[in-house]
């Protein structure tokens, strides 16, 4: 999303919410939109567009919505598809007793499954053992409660990611602890309590 596109959203929210912005300074509604532009830049302009309007028309709380909600609507969408934890096993099993162990195709079948479900099985060793449980036994039960727990972790995570822009992906990869520009050096005049200014976030 643009700088443009952002202020474009950030019209829309001053409409709707325009207490939240009475007595804020030129300084911080420029670091507000700096902010949200920040955390939406990799997210097409429609998609937050959307789920503002969604928030807007299905919230009976007057307060504007902070930057994780409207990402966590985004996500609903973007992952609406997704299997869940037991339909994920389903398509484990299924996939696996498609072929034999010898089958070449078998190794085709593990390849085509999704990333987040290889790694919930343990890869090929795991995709290769589970097929040799007997549906009855005990451990058979025992690995699909460990493959779903896994995989609903592995869900989770992707979400998570998934609500980082690329910069600070990249920053909390290299173990940067500091965002230069939320740097307290930084912070606008008039906003002394951080407390109030994380609630605007």
Do not use: C
Not at 54 to 66: A, E, G, H, L
Not at 75 to 98: C, H, Q, W
Not at 163 to 189: F, H, M
């Amino acid at each position: 999303m643009t700088k443009k596109e952002t202020l474009s959203i950030i019209n829309v929210l001053m409409s709707y919410y325009p207490d939240v912005f009475k007595g804020m300074s030129d300084e911080q509604t420029k670091t507000f939109i700096e902010i949200w532009h920040k955390s939406f830049e990799d997210v097409a302009y429609e998609e937050v567009q959307a789920a503002v309007m969604d928030f807007i028309q299905n919230s009976v709380d007057k307060w504007m919505p902070k930057i994780g909600q409207i990402k966590q609507i985004i996500n609903n969408y973007r992952f609406a598809d997704v299997p869940n934890e037991m339909e994920a096993f389903e398509i484990l099993i299924k996939a696996r007793r498609s072929y034999s162990i010898y089958d070449a195709k078998s190794i085709e079948a593990y390849n085509s499954l999704p990333d987040a479900i290889k790694r919930a099985v343990g890869g090929k060793a795991g995709f290769v053992s589970i097929g040799t449980l007997n549906t009855e036994s005990t451990q058979y039960g025992v690995e699909k409660t460990n493959f779903m727990r896994v995989y609903k972790s592995e869900l989770e995570r992707a979400k998570q990611d998934a609500n980082r822009p690329n910069w600070l992906r990249t920053a909390l990869e290299e173990g940067i602890k500091k965002i230069d520009y939320l740097s307290v050096s930084e912070q606008p005049v008039g906003i002394s309590d951080t407390s109030s200014y994380e609630e605007i976030i």
